[in-house]
């Protein structure tokens, strides 16, 4: 090929040809190609836009959409809910339907205005390839056709193999039986051990121990199972088990997981070459395995003797055989069938019985689960009949299988994909009997017109600037498993079993029902003896990866459309509706999926008013499920993860499924009680946001502007005889109008979700189901609409349960009202109330006309949640009586600078203590405004001393120039970090000498963290040795881990050099970070900058969830942003107590030395023979760890008198 570069991986496929010999700029996807040679975007500028859509749409994308077809030459019921967009002003009809700044094409030297001319000698070769590439295409097609007509593809390479090839010859004697295969099942049990005692090690004990392509097998032969494609997993473990190199990759769990299939069937003969296999490879059997023999026994009915002989083996190997019952992940009929077996020898043998519920026993929640104190758990306002019927309304949601989406191309779609998807999983299929790994089983977990469905899902939710190969793959990947999930359950009966136990658990909830026993809603379902869900385990990151890399492929080869929207029946070719570019995001080029204008333009031109949303993806409609295990909880039926972890880890799961169940108790019961707060729309807000939505946005108030009204470059043409400079200025000056432009795409994109989600549950009550991150920090599972979004979103949400003002409710709701303005931060509470009177007049008038009045709310900090707390107390005033005034508003208490709030109290430091309210005072103290005094003072030392720096500082140190800095300290950042943000501060001061910025900027990061060593001595202390101790224990090969007071084991997950993997084949290969890989080194420099923050954040985590489980206790509603409180007006003062309390009890524990404690006993074990270095690096590691800092005197005690801690 003359013009394209053909190479493998993210860098094939180039440009590569410059005009006439001149240099080419390298530019980015969506930029201007056309200012220094010719036009490589994949738009029109608006002025030959209106040439262009009379012409052939396949002339617009000319290039691109060659090399799409070239690279596809190359490449051989979740639930949704659909909800209404909300109206957008419409965009302009040209364009290529995103909205974006598109670059110009080069035009002629002196025709103004003239259009585009190609040059003709590459334009010639390129469509000469072109007719090339579509003739051998449409070769393939035909061939491809005649193969599926004819049936060649159901014709697969050889038979299937069952009978193994064992590589010790006295094993093999067993291959040809003189008795029954019944009666050689516990002879292979009994004399296997005996003749091979060989222990291999190749059984891995977790799963983040697995190699990439172990992981791919272990998920292959699991979803055979459930696919019913059991001989395709055994003839695959056969050809591996075959062979030498292959067979090491095979753990005693592939062969468990196919033995375990051919026990449900009663398949003795192919359950003994299983067995047979396991012997032949080294390995012991273990429970999982006596467990599949003694099921299939059970289902053929044999004689006692035969299970008696099997038993007596599994005695002789130390399995006990209560533990087949407790610890060995069986289905109750499963478990009947073994029982069966049982009890043909032992008769008398019975289940063990179930322990009763364990307590959590520590200290910090001995009240919380105590039963001899009052307790006033609170109700919800609904009934129960309410209640059920929004469960089945929710339950519909996540089993629905509906869709709403235009039918124009999209019915010969999914046909194409459906045709497609079968020639694949045909051609997948050959490759497994070749003895390969491939994804036909888990291709078959879903209808194919499942499968085709969700594809043009996708299809329709793509953005027109497109999107990343990579990220399309995972999101592929995950919504099939989901569907799966979803599937599954259905299937096993799970479904119905949910329904009636969910029944009898709103009893616990409802306004109108009462329990004999309150309790808790953890402790109320486990009573209910409500079944334990399935454990489905995500499938590993390679399989995912592959799996969604070629569904997408199958979506790009499927999908197309004809070339001319003018004449779609007429004679125009067909189209790519997705097509292959490359793109450079930072420094590194990726493949992205890019849709073709002319489907842009006609999604554009449909005007679709609905969109469509996965069920995790949108609040729940019934209260969510209770948290009972890592695995259990949130959705009622899609799979939710208690803990976020980042992609591919599975250390931080393993974890939480490995420590004493109850030491979970505290955040499990946390994070119920989180998610079953209800909610509502505050109809009055959302109407004006859709207002200012509509039109054209407001930035300013934090609606965004549709892209159309993003900056316009003051020149878009230049003559051929232009400067190379002037080309190069306005290539970067259009750079960044496109880098605007698709800014506020996503901003617009994003508000679109939230508002159309507001609109769509404007008159439901509904529920926010909560999880945590590693540290243990709460989020709201649905990501687009929540509390803890921006101003607008929380402005969007009130407490759909409200409560009476009382008599003090109404002055909290105006000093709230005053904290979200900003006005009067340093001010008493009595002088916020105060000034809330002053200016009643500008509160009334903002909740009578929020859009045509003094607009007082909209000079706010938080405007938007400003207003809505004027339309609240503008209502309680005029009310006839305020103290019963019902208010649904949620009223928030701050912690002030929280992180510093638990060092001081960490450190005992006095000092640092009254600088962030720990201590009583009759104002609230400003730690900001504090360290920038320190800091003048330091500076005017170094002014008289004659700095120069110092000297020009004078009058420039303010509280906005050191606050981010003081602010993120606490949070692990450096210096290098905090001169960055002083820079920026002082390059908004436009009086500022720009020229010394960055000396001065250096100058103030010392000064600043100088000033914080002075006045928060302790936390500095505490912050080095917690720097300290992660720095030696990454030296010694350890990844940080400690357990937060309330039980919940932490792992930092930063390693060295994450392995980098790849899928070849296809459009292209993509590369991925695999994190799961247990054996990489520690990265030092990450773990000991996030061990500080990351304890921290743990701190905070745990005090929240102890001030969340006492208010419940009380009977409050309470909701929290992190270090941010929310409760009714008329209980803020009772969540004052408890908040104050907890932090008490929390620091009045010995952390610091239970920290330490733990370290040492975790990362310091018993001395053993070794390097005389290592030894050093033992020894020098424990006492770092033993030498905890010293505590200063501050009295905790304090700290429940001090009216500004929160507040």
């Not at 836009?49 to 012409?55: A, F, L």
């Not at 049936?151 to 004697?173: C, D, I, M, N, W």
């Not at 008038?845 to 107390?873: I, N």
Request: glycine residues 6%.
């Amino acid at each position: 090929m003359s013009v394209l570069c053909w190479g493998r991986g993210a860098a094939g496929l180039r440009r590569v040809l410059p005009p006439c010999g001149r240099p080419v700029l390298l530019a980015k996807e969506g930029t201007l190609g056309g200012v220094c040679g010719p036009r490589r975007s994949s738009s029109a500028s608006p002025q030959e836009q209106d040439q262009d859509r009379r012409k052939d749409w396949g002339h617009v994308e000319l290039l691109e959409v060659l090399q799409a077809r070239v690279r596809q030459l190359q490449a051989e019921s979740v639930s949704e809910v659909v909800v209404n967009r909300v109206d957008v002003a419409r965009l302009p009809e040209c364009g290529s339907g995103d909205g974006g700044l598109q670059p110009p094409r080069k035009v002629q030297t002196g025709a103004k205005g003239a259009s585009p001319v190609p040059c003709s000698g590459w334009a010639q070769r390129l469509e000469k390839e072109k007719r090339v590439q579509r003739m051998h295409i449409q070769q393939l097609k035909a061939n491809l056709q005649m193969q599926v007509q004819s049936g060649e593809f159901k014709v697969l390479p050889k038979h299937l193999q069952v009978k193994p090839r064992l590589l010790s010859k006295q094993l093999a004697t067993f291959l040809a039986p003189k008795s029954s295969w019944e009666e050689q099942l516990p002879r292979v049990l009994q004399e296997a051990p005996r003749k091979l005692s060989l222990d291999v090690g190749r059984a891995p004990s977790t799963q983040a121990q697995l190699s990439g392509q172990q992981q791919k097998l272990l998920a292959f032969f699991k979803c055979c199972l459930l696919t019913d494609h059991l001989p395709l997993a055994h003839h695959l473990l056969v050809t591996h088990h075959s062979q030498r190199q292959k067979q090491k990759l095979l753990t005693l769990d592939m062969y468990n997981t196919v033995m375990l299939g051919w026990a449900r069937q009663g398949a003795f003969k192919e359950l003994v070459y299983v067995l047979l296999m396991v012997k032949d490879a080294g390995l012991n059997p273990d429970l999982l395995s006596y467990a599949a023999a003694l099921q299939c026994l059970g289902r053929q009915d044999q004689d006692a003797g035969t299970i008696e002989r099997c038993l007596e083996q599994m005695s002789q190997e130390g399995l006990k055989l209560q533990a087949l019952f407790t610890a060995v992940p069986l289905s109750e009929e499963e478990q009947a069938t073994v029982l069966k077996a049982v009890h043909k020898v032992k008769p008398t043998f019975s289940l063990p019985r179930q322990p009763p519920p364990a307590v959590n026993t520590s200290k910090l929640l001995r009240d919380v689960y105590a039963k001899d104190g009052p307790v006033s758990y609170p109700k919800l306002h609904l009934p129960l009949k309410t209640l059920q019927s929004l469960f089945e309304k929710q339950l519909c949601v996540e089993l629905a299988s509906k869709r709403n989406t235009l039918q124009t191309l999209r019915d010969h779609w999914e046909k194409a994909l459906c045709r497609v998807l079968q020639e694949t999983k045909n051609r997948l299929e050959g490759e497994v009997h070749k003895g390969r790994f491939s994804l036909y089983p888990f291709l078959c977990l879903l209808d194919e017109r499942e499968v085709a469905r969700m594809l043009l899902e996708v299809l329709q939710g793509l953005p027109a600037p497109g999107e990343s190969l990579t990220t399309l793959a995972r999101e592929l990947s995950a919504r099939t498993f989901s569907r799966h999930v979803v599937q599954r359950q259905q299937l096993s009966g799970q479904v119905q079993a949910l329904e009636t136990y969910y029944r009898k658990y709103l009893h616990l909830l409802a306004s109108d029902t009462k329990v004999p026993n309150p309790c808790l809603p953890r402790q109320y379902w486990e009573v209910l003896g409500a079944p334990e869900a399935l454990r489905e385990q995500p499938w590993p990151l390679p399989v995912q990866m592959e799996l969604g890399k070629q569904l997408a492929e199958m979506l790009v080869q499927a999908t197309q459309m004809p070339s001319s929207l003018n004449n779609p029946h007429g004679s125009s070719r067909l189209v790519p509706v997705l097509y292959h570019v490359y793109s450079f995001r930072n420094v590194q080029q990726i493949g992205v999926l890019k849709p073709h204008p002319a489907y842009v333009q006609l999604r554009e031109t449909a005007a679709e008013p609905t969109l469509t949303f996965e069920a995790v993806d949108v609040p729940m409609l019934c209260p969510p499920l209770p948290w009972t295990s890592p695995h259990t909880g949130g959705f009622l039926l899609s799979p939710t993860k208690l803990m976020r972890t980042v992609e591919g880890a599975t250390q931080h799961q393993e974890l939480l499924e490995t420590c004493p169940p109850t030491a979970l108790h505290g955040a499990l019961d946390a994070l119920t009680q989180l998610g079953n707060c209800a909610w509502r729309v505050n109809g009055r807000v959302l109407d004006l946001v859709l207002q200012l939505f509509q039109a054209k946005g407001c930035p300013e108030l934090g609606v965004p502007a549709p892209p159309s009204e993003a900056p316009q470059p003051a020149e878009a043409h230049l003559p051929h005889s232009a400067a190379p400079a002037r080309k190069a200025e306005l290539h970067r000056e259009l750079a960044r109008c496109q880098k605007v432009a698709r800014e506020m795409h996503s901003l617009r994109a994003e508000a679109l979700y939230r508002f159309s989600l507001a609109q769509h549950l404007r008159d439901c009550v509904f529920w926010l189901p909560h999880n945590m991150d590693f540290r243990g920090r709460t989020y709201p599972c649905p990501p687009h609409f929540n509390h803890l979004g921006s101003d607008v979103a929380r402005a969007l949400l009130e407490f759909a349960q409200g409560r009476p003002l009382g008599p003090h409710g109404l002055d909290w709701l105006k000093i709230h009202l005053v904290n979200l303005t900003g006005f009067k931060k340093r001010e008493p509470l009595r002088k916020r109330l105060a000034f809330a009177e002053e200016v009643m007049g500008d509160i009334l008038d903002s909740a009578d006309q929020p859009m045509t009045g003094r607009k007082w709310w909209m000079g706010a900090e938080e405007p938007w949640q400003t207003l809505a707390c004027c339309m609240e107390v503008a209502n309680a005033v005029r009310s006839s009586d305020p103290a019963a005034y019902v208010s649904h508003l949620p009223v928030h208490q701050d912690g002030s600078c929280n992180g510093l709030q638990h060092y001081a109290a960490l450190g005992r430091d006095s000092v640092g203590a009254a600088s962030v309210n720990l201590e009583p005072s009759d104002v609230p103290q400003d730690v900001y405004s504090g360290v920038a005094a320190q800091v003048e003072v330091f500076r005017r030392q170094d002014a008289q001393r004659g700095t120069q720096v110092a000297q020009m500082l004078e009058g420039f140190i303010t509280r906005k120039v050191v606050k981010q800095t003081v602010m993120t300290v606490v949070y692990g950042v450096t210096r290098y970090g905090g001169r960055l943000q002083i820079e920026k501060r002082l390059r908004e001061l436009t009086d500022f000498p720009q020229e010394f910025v960055w000396e001065a900027s250096h100058y103030l990061v010392r000064q600043v963290f100088k000033s914080l060593q002075e006045m928060f001595s302790g936390t500095r202390a505490i912050q080095h040795w917690l720097t300290e101790s992660a720095r030696l224990i990454s030296h010694m090969g350890s990844v940080v881990e400690w357990v937060t007071p309330l039980g919940i084991p932490i792992i930092q997950p930063y390693r060295l050099e994450l392995k980098v993997k790849q899928v070849r084949g296809g459009i292209q290969s993509i590369t991925y970070t695999h994190n799961g890989d247990i054996s990489q080194k520690p990265n030092t420099r990450k773990q000991k900058n996030g061990f500080p923050p990351n304890f921290i954040h743990s701190l905070d985590s745990s005090h929240m969830m102890l001030t969340a489980l006492h208010c419940y206790r009380k009977g409050l509603t309470f909701v929290s942003v992190h270090d941010c409180y929310w409760t009714h007006a008329a209980d803020v003062t009772v969540m004052n107590q408890v908040c104050r309390e907890q932090f008490v009890r929390l620091h009045s524990e010995p952390i610091l030395e239970d920290l330490s404690r733990f370290l040492v006993g975790r990362f310091c074990p018993d001395p053993r023979p070794q390097k005389l270095s290592r030894c050093w690096e033992a020894s020098q590691l424990k006492a770092t760890l033993q030498a905890v800092p010293k505590p200063g005197a501050f009295d905790l005690e304090r700290v429940k008198h001090s009216t500004y801690f929160f507040s």
